[in-house]
């Protein structure tokens, strides 16, 4: 009979370490493969757009106005067709995915900072600084956010810079509910008990200790506030309070489709496809990064 003290020992040797175990997951995520692989695309669009668009997204030619795709009656000289102003719909879909992902990563860059660290602060201080935190947190939530970003969109304008800090600043409570709780949980933790002992500041222990092991959380909750703010902005932009023409936004896009969307509906298909197919890989990407890098190892 073997040594079950030799049997453990073995299996412990030839066991794949953490990061092995996680490239082994990513693998055979198919959510997190589909999810990465169309960001990436876009992304890889978005970059080099003036190489892959083959017009100039804002020159119009009203002679070929509302020129039906490829697979209709059109032809390869316009893959997509054009709009009701003759300009390349192709080109104008490449150059607005731009507007989607700056908009969405630049506000949840804001949102996710700010957030993690009220929250941060509040559950590892706790006492009248978590206090003001759960005020600010709950004052927040009472707020009507689409409605603060209509009423102040309408005032300051429909900018690119101007949607970013709007949406940023009105998307932060999402971060801060769940870093506060998570930091409440760890914060008795040997780890940070060792931290303060050896004289660590507050803020590297929250920096250092805390912020990693919240940071599968926050990916979660970015994943999820980028597809709610890519919507947003597009939301905003079909209601002629976001991005102005002749900026090629999604959203703008199918805006200017509603003319049309009873004889030409594909104008405001190809535009609503492509922010549902980056809506839902950014989502799939978030839940296949979170089920990767779980501890519990869930696929």
Wanted: net charge neutral; with cysteine.
């Amino acid at each position: 009979m073997s040594d079950p003290s030799k049997t453990a020992l073995i299996e412990e040797v030839i066991a794949p370490s953490p990061r092995e175990e996680m490239r082994r997951r990513a693998k055979s995520h198919v959510g997190l493969i589909f999810g990465c692989t169309i960001v990436l695309a876009v992304i890889l669009a978005a970059i080099f757009a003036p190489l892959l668009a083959p017009y100039d997204p804002y020159d119009q030619d009203l002679t070929k106005r509302l020129i039906d795709p490829v697979w209709k009656t059109g032809d390869w000289a316009h893959i997509l067709g054009t709009d009701g102003l003759g300009r390349d719909y192709l080109s104008r879909l490449i150059y607005g995915s731009r507007i989607s992902l700056i908009v969405g990563f630049g506000a949840a860059i804001i949102a996710g900072t700010l957030g993690s660290l009220i929250g941060l602060m509040g559950g590892y201080f706790g006492g009248r600084v978590d206090a003001v935190v759960v005020y600010l947190i709950n004052v927040k939530l009472a707020l009507p956010g689409l409605l603060i970003a209509l009423s102040l969109v309408s005032i300051v304008g429909g900018s690119v810079t101007a949607l970013v800090l709007i949406l940023g600043f009105l998307t932060w409570d999402r971060y801060a509910v769940v870093t506060r709780s998570v930091a409440q949980q760890v914060r008795g933790n040997d780890f940070i008990t060792a931290a303060r002992a050896v004289g660590a500041s507050q803020t590297r222990i929250i920096l250092s200790e805390l912020l990693p092991n919240v940071m599968n959380q926050i990916i979660v909750i970015a994943s999820l506030e980028i597809a709610i703010v890519i919507l947003i902005e597009a939301a905003l932009s079909f209601l002629g309070l976001g991005i102005k023409p002749p900026e090629p936004s999604w959203g703008l896009m199918i805006s200017e489709a509603r003319n049309f969307m009873f004889f030409k509906p594909h104008l405001i298909a190809i535009p609503g496809f492509a922010i549902f197919l980056l809506v839902i890989a950014i989502n799939m990407a978030g839940d296949g990064i979170r089920d990767v890098t779980a501890p519990e190892g869930r696929n």
